[in-house]
């Protein structure tokens, strides 16, 4: 009899270990870096310098990019910048490129002495950007609505050169988030405007067709595993919608928080995560197959949590949280578990 009692037990013990190996959140909340209280306002998106321990958070609304040690957390300085959205940042040239709306250019800055280098014009309302670390080349939402136009322009830059090269006319005055594929020339770029997905040819830079978004609503943010071909496509509704990247065919639709900003897919361990402002938190899914995800869980950040930057190499998800009342802002540092 004592026996059996020692092997139920045990067996009690392994259900429950591994029920809680199950349940596990799949983010852990590591530290937080505390923003200067004089920053306020909402923050746009996030950029890394992984071997110079930076990061690089967008803050919009106070005309700053805020510059984090990553060793110690604490706050460097501010990059000033009229309305900044996003920034890049290119060890190999040792330059910081932050995107300004509010003057329409692309300023490259000096990443060691944090002075202006040089601005590539482009139009009002510079915004979201999409790298190609094969050609250097830099792609960049700018003009529509701000710029009192119909139409929005998507123009590459030569990070390299610093110049512009081309300019992509995209009809609808508003665009957002895009996603380059390594293994071919496609570009897939939102246009809420017209609440569709566009797809544009690299090597042309002319727009090839557009699929339309019908699953969601104010389609912000894009993810891409080229390794099943499915497209992730992030909307301010409150869902992913699932394409098939190769017949442009919406599949399914993942139910996340409303107002999501950034989307981001792990290839490795085949997870997506999606940070979102109107719930303050990061919904977490994984790909079992190219048909099937499974939801593993919902973690809190904060109010106004919109955007998040994930790097696999350090294993870190970090999110921007503006300040709320008398409590400055953070960035919230979450461990991938």
């Known amino acids: 009899m004592n026996k059996l009692k020692l092997f139920l037990a045990a067996i ?4 429950a270990t591994f029920g809680a190996a199950q349940t596990a959140a799949p983010l852990k909340l590591a530290t937080k870096y505390e923003m200067p209280a004089s920053v306020k306002g909402r923050f746009d998106h996030l950029g890394i310098d992984i071997n110079g321990k930076r990061l690089f958070v967008v803050a919009e609304e106070a005309a700053q990019v805020l510059v984090f040690d990553l060793a110690s957390g604490k706050f460097i300085r501010a990059i000033n910048v009229d309305h900044p959205h996003a920034v890049l940042y290119r060890e190999e040239l040792g330059r910081i490129y932050i995107t300004d709306e509010g003057k329409g250019v692309l300023n490259i800055y000096d990443s060691k002495t944090y002075d202006l280098v040089k601005a590539v014009t482009l139009k009002v309302d510079t915004d979201s950007i999409g790298y190609d670390p094969a050609t250097k ?3 960049i939402d700018n003009g529509g609505d701000n710029a009192h136009e119909p139409f929005t322009m998507l123009s590459v830059v030569d990070t390299t050169a610093a110049t512009k090269l081309a300019d992509i006319k995209i009809d609808g005055d508003t665009l957002e988030a895009m996603s380059l594929e390594k293994s071919g020339d496609r570009l897939f770029l939102n246009n ?6 566009e797809i544009i040819d690299r090597k042309s830079n002319k ?3 557009a699929w339309p978004v019908k699953l969601g609503k104010g389609n912000a943010t894009m993810a891409l ?3 099943t071909h499915r497209l992730f496509v992030g909307c301010r509704s409150g869902v992913i919608v699932v394409f098939d990247s190769q017949s442009g065919k919406e599949l399914q639709a993942l139910p996340v928080g409303k107002g999501v900003d950034d989307l981001m897919f792990d290839p490795a361990s085949k997870r997506i995560y999606a940070t979102s402002g109107g719930t303050g938190a990061v919904d ?3 790909e079992t197959d190219p048909d099937h995800y499974q939801s593993l869980g919902n973690v809190p950040s904060g109010p106004g949590g919109k955007t998040g930057l994930l790097v696999p190499q350090l294993g ?4 921007a949280v503006p300040p709320k009342g ?3 802002g953070e960035v919230y540092v979450y461990q991938v578990q």
Not at 316 to 319: A, Q, S, T, W, Y
């Open 192 to 197: 809420p405007a017209k609440t569709e997905v």
């Open 284 to 286: 977490v899914y994984k």
């Open 225 to 227: 595993d080229e390794s």
């Open 137 to 139: 080349y830099l792609y």
């Open 207 to 209: 727009l090839v067709t």
């Open 12 to 15: 009690f013990l392994l259900s």
């Open 326 to 328: 008398t409590t400055p």
């Open 316 to 319: 870190r998800l970090f999110v």
